[in-house]
């Protein structure tokens, strides 16, 4: 049973052959996958894509996250960042059964057209309250802005904080497991990559974490798949590289991953 905490069949490659891509993460041995929210299009393709598998896809066990990405935030639209936290607190409740998270959400500082530090951690800090006030997990995306995230989410301390797509170090591992005590972070196709040595050293430097398996799709591909759009039909490269990391069996892996994966969604 292979688990991709964190995939996107909700983007625009993906959506219009995402029937194609279930059926293929089923025949490699998938069995949950959770589509990530990023804008309202996102949020919507994700419940739609849950909705559809209960009927097509009876063996699966697909949910979303709903939620707004740092990348997605522009500044021009502060003004109506309270009514975007309550379409997506209306969005839960009317979807509740399909919705596993808030997010993803977080600060994004690498890309310099994207809008200020200030302007996402305002609406970071707003989904982490909608989090807290519908107790669910708050997906976290953050890059080149560790700092400038952690200062939001030390004010919620009490969450479940998911860090999907491992994007920092050692160091930030250790500072997250002391100030978070429900704390996940996900892996990616990355760990499989030659040169992403500090990927590997953050993962052997989990202590306290819950270790979750990602796709990202249709981002990071295993190495066997570089160049080439990812699918969460690949997860299970991951799986198979970070077991031989470690020393288990694909069975152990598993068993592992599907621990940690329940005690992220299940209330």
């Known amino acids: ?9 909700n983007q625009e490659q993906l959506f219009p052959e995402r029937e194609t891509h279930m059926k293929h993460f089923e025949e490699s041995w998938g069995k949950y ?10 949020n919507q393709r994700g419940i739609l894509i849950a909705q ?4 097509k896809f009876p063996e699966l066990r697909i949910k979303a996250t709903i939620g707004y990405h740092p990348c997605d935030v522009k500044a021009e639209q502060q003004s109506n960042y309270p009514q975007m936290i309550t379409d997506l607190e209306h969005q839960y409740i009317a979807n509740k059964e399909h919705i596993a998270g808030i997010g993803e959400c977080g600060v994004d500082l690498h890309y ?5 530090a200030k302007d996402q951690q305002h609406i970071l800090e707003l989904q982490a309250e909608l989090a807290k006030k519908l107790w669910l997990p708050l997906v976290i995306h953050s890059r080149d802005a560790f700092e400038e995230t952690l200062e939001v989410l030390k004010k919620f301390t009490e969450l479940k904080i998911y860090f999907h797509c491992r994007g920092y170090g050692p160091k930030e591992i250790w500072i997250l497991e002391k100030m978070f005590p429900q704390l996940w972070i996900g892996f990616t196709g990355v760990i499989t990559y030659p040169k992403a040595q ?10 306290n974490a819950k270790i979750l398996m990602e796709t990202d799709a249709p981002y990071l591909p295993p190495q066997e798949f570089r160049g080439k759009m990812n699918s969460p039909a690949y997860l299970h490269y991951i799986y198979e590289y970070s077991a031989k990391l470690i020393g288990k069996n694909k069975e152990e892996r598993e ?10 969604v299940e209330k």
């Open 33 to 42: 996958l959770i589509n990530a929210g990023a804008n309202t299009w996102y």
């Open 52 to 55: 559809e598998s209960l009927h």
């Open 198 to 207: 500090e990927t590997r050293e953050s993962f052997f430097a989990i202590k």
């Open 1 to 9: 049973m292979l688990i991709d905490a964190h995939t996107h069949l």
């Open 255 to 264: 068993e592992s991953i599907a621990k940690n994966f329940f005690a992220l």
């Open 112 to 116: 310099p057209d994207n809008a200020s």
